[in-house]
T-cell receptor
Framework: AQKVTQAQTEISVVEKEDVTLDCVYE???????LFWYKQPPSGELVFLIR??????QNEISGRYSWNFQKSTSSFNFTITASQVVDSAVYFC???????????FGGGTRLMVKP | DTAVSQTPKYLVTQMGNDKSIKCEQN?????MYWYKQDSKKFLKIMFS???????INETVPNRFSPKSPDKAHLNLHINSLELGDSAVYFC????????????FGQGTRLTVV
């Protein structure tokens, strides 16, 4: 069975602060994929990143960065210099390639205040 | 050019009715999905479907059934709607063989009264 845990249900920061969203996963598979999605107030789900289990390199995309650590089964997401437009619910997800179905974490609601 | 589109965006209906939500993808993906997001924002897979195989989440009541007229469409039919079916339903698609990310539709907010 797979499981994704996002322990932070809600985070509030002031604009320009850095913020890290935690994600811990459980799987028995050796091959799997991890994802982050953003759900802004408008409701759609926006893909942010995909990482496979064999690639532990950290990734940076603009103000976003991801830290994948297999040893701790974590795939954390950091937003640097947060902006009000970053306010959204962020979901971490996992699949093991069995039909590509995603197991989602419970989401973290990020509120960035001006 | 919307990649994954669902209609309607909002659906309000009475208990006991039967309703359908349509989904179409123009990405050429081989697999489509339905997810349910409840009032607490939890997202759960309902179905995964390609032209060979339907995988059903065992927790989904059999009042819910996916229907795929072709590779680009996966509609969701719901019979005898109940209050607890109120949720946002998301359609998605991906290319399983290449293990691409899933692209989601904009969601359908279903309210059963």
């Amino acid at each position: 069975a797979q499981k994704v845990t996002q322990a932070q249900t809600e985070i509030s920061v002031v604009e320009k602060e850095d913020v890290t969203l935690d994600c811990v996963y459980e799987t028995r598979d050796t091959t799997y994929y991890l994802f982050w999605y953003k759900q802004p107030p408008s409701g759609e789900l926006v893909f942010l990143i995909r990482r496979n289990s064999f690639d532990e390199q950290n990734e940076i995309s603009g103000r976003y960065s991801w830290n994948f650590q297999k040893s701790t089964s974590s795939f954390n997401f950091t937003i640097t210099a947060s902006q009000v437009v970053d306010s959204a619910v962020y979901f971490c997800a996992l699949n093991n390639n069995a039909g590509n179905m995603l197991t989602f974490g419970g989401g973290t609601r990020l509120m960035v205040k001006p | 050019d919307t990649a994954v589109s669902q209609t309607p965006k909002y659906l309000v209906t009475q208990m006991g009715n039967d309703k359908s939500i349509k989904c179409e993808q123009n990405l050429g993906h081989d697999t489509m999905y339905w997810y349910k997001q409840d009032s607490k924002k939890f997202l759960k897979i309902m179905f995964s479907y390609n032209n060979k195989e339907l995988i059903i989440n065992e927790t989904v009541p059999n009042r819910f059934s996916p229907k795929s007229p072709d590779k680009a469409h996966l509609n969701l039919h719901i019979n005898s709607l109940e209050l607890g079916d109120s949720a946002v339903y998301f359609c998605a698609s991906s290319q399983v063989l290449q293990n691409t990310e899933a692209f989601f539709g904009q969601g359908t907010r279903l309210t059963v009264v």
